[in-house]
């Protein structure tokens, strides 16, 4: 039988630029997809047949099936089973990879035990979910994988002591174009979810991984660290502070996704970096910066053109003449008027409301195209 469609799309799935339009299909993690290539080669390796499409339980009780891609199997020594992953309409980079599950008996006692196979990454840094030296294969699908093996083990008799080994063949040349490397994960992908399901456009890849950095760097002991819009902000924002590059959370347009969980984990100190436009809208309390989800409010930039000191023609240009942001920057700069400095003051009061009290002090910097600092707050503590 075919595998059914995922589950339908949720309402709260977030928009972006190129969302296609209509309801949007829900897709399957590397962590069920890994799921069902370990249900489908254990039992093999037990009963010699593979199951196909192989039916599995997701934590919050779905029962996908999922098709075989491949499968192998040497009675008594290994089975392998290999599932392409299905992200939906959610645009992953590891959309169409194949994950495949190698078992082999273990030693007796031992439970299931899990190893990196090609394409699939190795930690080397703390504050990572698994500690260094284990696969890249996180909580939640190892927990999927081990109650599968328990379970082929009860149907057939045995005990569930086995190696699993995860691949992604081609894994280590897609996970250049991830945040692993910065993460400390060298070698491939992450195995990654906790529910088995990729909701379209909700970005939970990325914000994945800006919790992890920030738990890498108190796990490091990193005091300062810094979140950047951008490229260019970024850089510039390391070399101003001389940073490592634990220090450095890959926040991008999620400035709430990294605050709220700094509120919660929170450490000395944080520098947010970013283009003029975008810390605008910071500023006036947006903390999703994408394009898609916020807009620039020229009338609160016009109030703060006026707060800078800004002339009358000045303030009717923000208010209401001005295309973009940055030709309020660029005509502030001609009048001497430190728009940016202001600007940079309200994001980093936006900054402190989100962290609600959290012992973290906070400062902006505000970096035009060229990487040159415009604008700059004060260092502000929490109290």
Not at 10 to 26: I, K, M, N, Q, T
Request: aromatic share 4%; net charge neutral; charged share 15%.
């Amino acid at each position: 039988m075919p595998a059914p469609p995922p589950p339908a799309p949720h309402p709260a799935d977030g928009p972006g630029d190129e969302r296609p339009p209509g309801p949007l299909r829900r897709g399957w993690t590397t962590g069920a997809c890994a799921t069902a290539a370990t249900a489908a080669a254990v039992e093999a390796l037990w009963s010699g047949a593979f199951p196909d499409p192989v039916r599995i339980r997701l934590p919050r009780g779905q029962e996908p099936c999922f098709p075989l891609a491949t499968r192998s199997l040497t009675p008594g020594v290994a089975a392998s089973a290999g599932v392409v992953k299905d992200a939906g309409d959610d645009p992953d980079v590891t959309h169409g990879v194949l994950v495949v599950a190698t078992v082999r008996p273990g030693v007796a006692g031992s439970g299931v035990t899990f190893q990196a196979g090609e394409g699939v990454g190795t930690v080397t840094l703390p504050g990572l979910p698994v500690p260094p030296g284990e696969p890249a294969i996180n909580p939640v699908p190892r927990q999927l994988m081990t109650a599968a093996v328990e379970a082929a083990a009860a149907r057939n008799g045995t005990r569930a002591d086995v190696e699993v080994e995860v691949a992604i063949p081609g894994g280590e040349d897609i996970a250049r174009r991830t945040w692993n490397a910065r993460l400390g994960i060298v070698g491939g992908l992450s195995i990654l979810g906790t529910t088995g399901v990729v909701i379209p456009y909700s970005c939970s890849a990325w914000i994945h991984s800006i919790h992890r950095g920030v738990d890498l760097a108190r796990a490091t002991g990193q005091r300062h660290v810094a979140g950047c819009t951008g490229t260019t902000s970024e850089r510039t924002v390391q070399r101003l502070f001389a940073l490592p590059d634990t220090a450095m959370l890959d926040m991008g347009d999620f400035a709430g996704g990294l605050l709220r969980y700094l509120r919660r984990h929170p450490v000395e100190r944080l520098t947010i970096g970013g283009g003029f436009a975008k810390l605008t809208k910071l500023g006036a309390g947006a903390l999703d910066l994408h394009s898609g989800r916020s807009q620039v409010d020229f009338g609160w930039l016009a109030a703060r053109v006026a707060e800078g000191g800004g002339s009358p023609g000045l303030v009717a240009l923000a208010g209401s003449a001005a295309n973009t942001a940055l030709q309020v920057l660029e005509a502030a700069a001609a009048e001497g008027v430190p728009v940016a400095d202001v600007v940079a003051g309200a994001a980093r009061r936006t900054a402190l409301d989100v962290l609600d009290g959290a012992p973290v002090a906070v400062d902006v910097v505000v970096v035009d195209r060229q990487g040159t600092v415009v604008g700059t707050s004060p260092v502000a503590a929490t109290t």
